[in-house]
C-alpha cells in the first residue's frame, strides 16, 4: 500500500529556507506513472499547489512560487523534497506531499505544519 | 484568490442530495477532480477524471462537468459526509498548471 510521510522543521525564521522531505513507502519513487507533489493549506484556508516533479526530475511549479522553491528527488532514499527559500508569515501552513496520479493527487501524506 | 469559485457552504438533511459546484474558464476541456477533507486530516480523493471513483469510495459520490462547470453529488447524504469539499483542476498532459478551488463547507442537517 502506498503512503507517503512529510518530514521537516516545524517553525522557520522569517527570510530563511524551508527544507521538507517526502519519503514514500510501498512503491518506488522511479515509477514511470507517477509524479510527486508538494500542495499547502495556510490555517483556516484551502489548497495551493505549489508543484511537482516527475521520476525523472522534470519540475513544474506554480508561477507565483516559481522564484523561490526547487523540488528535488533522491532515488536511493525514495525520496522527494521541497525547499522555499525566504520564507514570509504567508508561507506558515500545513505541508502536505502527494502522488500526482491520473491528474489528480492521491494518497496525500498526513501533512506538516509549518510557522513562519 | 483561486482560479476555481466554489461556494462557501452547502447544507443538506440526512438522507437527500447534494450537489457541489465548481466553475472556472473552459472548466469542460480540463480534468476536474474532487477531495473531501475532514476537520485535522489530509485530503481524500473521492472523484478523479471529471466522473470516475477511486477504490473505496462510496458509490453515492458522483461526478460531471460540462462547459465551465464541474458538479459533485452525494446521493443520500449520510452524516459522516460532513467535510469540506475541494475541486481541482488539471490542465493538459503534464503536472503544469495545477489549480484547487477555494472548497465547500458541507453541513449535514
Known amino acids: 500500500q502506498l503512503q507517503l510521510q512529510e518530514s521537516g522543521p516545524g517553525l522557520v525564521k522569517p527570510s530563511e529556507t524551508l527544507s521538507l522531505t517526502c519519503t514514500v513507502s510501498g512503491a518506488s519513487i522511479t515509477s514511470h506513472t507517477s509524479y510527486w507533489a508538494w500542495i499547502r493549506q495556510p490555517p483556516g484556508k484551502g489548497l495551493e499547489w505549489i508543484g511537482s516533479i516527475s521520476h525523472g526530475g522534470t519540475t513544474f511549479y506554480k508561477s507565483s512560487l516559481r522564484s523561490r522553491v526547487t523540488i528535488s528527488v533522491d532515488t536511493s532514499k525514495n525520496q522527494f523534497s521541497l525547499k522555499m527559500i525566504s520564507v514570509l508569515a504567508g508561507d506558515t501552513a500545513v505541508y502536505y506531499c502527494?502522488?500526482?496520479?491520473?491528474?489528480?493527487?492521491?494518497?496525500w501524506g498526513p501533512g506538516t505544519p509549518v510557522t513562519v | 484568490s483561486h482560479d476555481l469559485t466554489q461556494a462557501p457552504s452547502v447544507s443538506v438533511s440526512p438522507g437527500q442530495t447534494a450537489t457541489i459546484t465548481c466553475s472556472g474558464d473552459k472548466l469542460g476541456d480540463k480534468y476536474s477532480s474532487w477531495y473531501q477533507q475532514k476537520p485535522g486530516q489530509a485530503p481524500v480523493l473521492v472523484i478523479y477524471?471529471?466522473?470516475k471513483r477511486p477504490s473505496g469510495i462510496p458509490e453515492r459520490f458522483s461526478g460531471s462537468t460540462s462547459a465551465n462547470t464541474a458538479t459533485l453529488t452525494i446521493s443520500g447524504t449520510q452524516a459522516m459526509d460532513e467535510a469540506d469539499y475541494y475541486c481541482q483542476a488539471w490542465d493538459g498532459d503534464t503536472a503544469a498548471g495545477v489549480v484547487f478551488g477555494g472548497g465547500t463547507k458541507l453541513t449535514v442537517l
Open positions: 477524471q471529471d466522473s
Open positions: 502527494a502522488r500526482a496520479w491520473r491528474r489528480a493527487f492521491d494518497p
